[in-house]
């Protein structure tokens, strides 16, 4: 793929990595075991080894001087400062305000935004507290022990994995529910297990008029006033969060229970906003304000330590060296912690939604790769499936090893395991074994020469597979929002260095408009089915199904 010609640092680079061939980690290590120690870092809690990547001192001088040529430090200070930067919807992007303490003003076009997301945090803490001393009834007078948060993608992802990751922080009274796929069984089986009398439904949509979201959400406002037998119970069993306020009302929420955040927010940065109260909800409104805390030290750690000791431009800049000089089409996300089940997930909206992109904010193509697909799940459970491509694979896939060194005492031999496990892997990926090491192992075993011969190939693993090791102190609130800033950071400083707008979503709009088409045509009676003969034929095999009936209803 052609590099960019403009930039005599790209092409620095790329006659490193020439220059660098093949040469292995092992002997990188071996000539340079300090640089374990060197490659090291720690702020707000997070802890980078970043040591087993496949640099050198050199490429690193060169990957600070890519960030420097791209001008980060003037776009990181056009962001926090709310200029304009998300240029094709002429807007701000200011998830960083939503984390800056009361009392910190911030003046964006004339307007303190500060007064807006302190007046909306002070709404979220009132309301919380209600439902979680049991004040907030519901319409039979009984206190509220389901929440349902219907949403999807950035109203969905984040405070579901935000939920996930801080169980030991909840409320014991209250269960969560998360809806957002329209299939239908989702909601059914939600609806199933809640009681009308005592659930309260989120319907969290930046825009209020995503599909999917207000389908689940006019579903669950029919079930619970049929079984209230009146609509004035959704005042006491539905709230909203959105940007849209107009929409919110025609649903039929009073805006009374409306909480609002604004178009500067961007759906994939929004659980630190009113998206988040189903985290406020479960952990309260004083833990929520440490998890803002959190990131704000991440954030105050991003724009002020000098690049070559600051978190996420290291993890952004290695992720640039990975994707654009040794071509890894992919990148792994594995937690340690079966709490952060859900980080892969929402990591891969976080940098796909952002940074999928191949033109330049100017309209001008990219020239080199952008985000890679993330993937992942909890490393224990890959290692027994995943894994296999990992260490023997024809594509190398780097990967983010992510553990937790605090834990609760009674899991002290089960955290041991884990964490070792966790190391390991990432030794094995970079020691690799050589084909002498694997002989000598099956003939210490007493393998017949014939069949040493025949299993030497598959049993050699060629190493090399660089991976990063993010400790976190303990996984609370403060950390993990360190955590979740730090992966927000190290997707926009790739985004500045690609030159894309990591804050559009174009992509995702002809998806939306072609099924608003199709979904007439598969209720269309006539032969109407103006589509590619493909498409015409699935459309065409789902009506046939309908005018059957499906015989196991
Ligand atoms: O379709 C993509 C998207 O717009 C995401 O960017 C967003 O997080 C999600 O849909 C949900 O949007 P909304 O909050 O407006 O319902």
Redesign the pocket.
Known sequence: MTKPAFNLTWHALSAHREALGEQHLNEIFAADPARAARMQLEACGVFLDYSKNRVTDETLTLLFGLAREAGLAEHTTAMFEGARINTTEARSVLHTALRRPAGASLGVEGHDVMADVVAVRERIRRFSEQVRVGSWLGYTGRPITDVVNI?????DLGPLMVCEALQAFAHPGLRMHFVSNVDGVQIDDVLKKVNPQTTLFIV????F??QE?LTNAHTARSWLIGHAGSDAAVARHFVAVSTNAEAVSAFGIDTDNMFGFWDWVG??YSLWSAIGLPIVLQIGADAFDRLLAGAHAMDEHFRTAPLEQNLPVIMALLGIWNIDFLDAPTQVIAPYHQRLHRLPAYLQQLDM?SNGKSVKLDGSPVRCHTSPVIWGEPGINGQHAYFQMLHQGTRFAPIDFIGVLDHPAHLDHHHRVAFANMVAQAEALMRGKSAPEVEAEMRAAGLAEERIRALIPHRVFPGNRPSNMLLLERLDPFGLGALIALYEHRTFVQGVVWGVNSFD?WG?ELG?QLAARVLEDLGATSDSNPHDASTAALIERYRQHARAGDPAR
């Open positions: 949403g999807i993608g950035g109203s969290a949509s930046k825009t008029t995503t979201t759906g994939r939604e979503q995702v939306k």
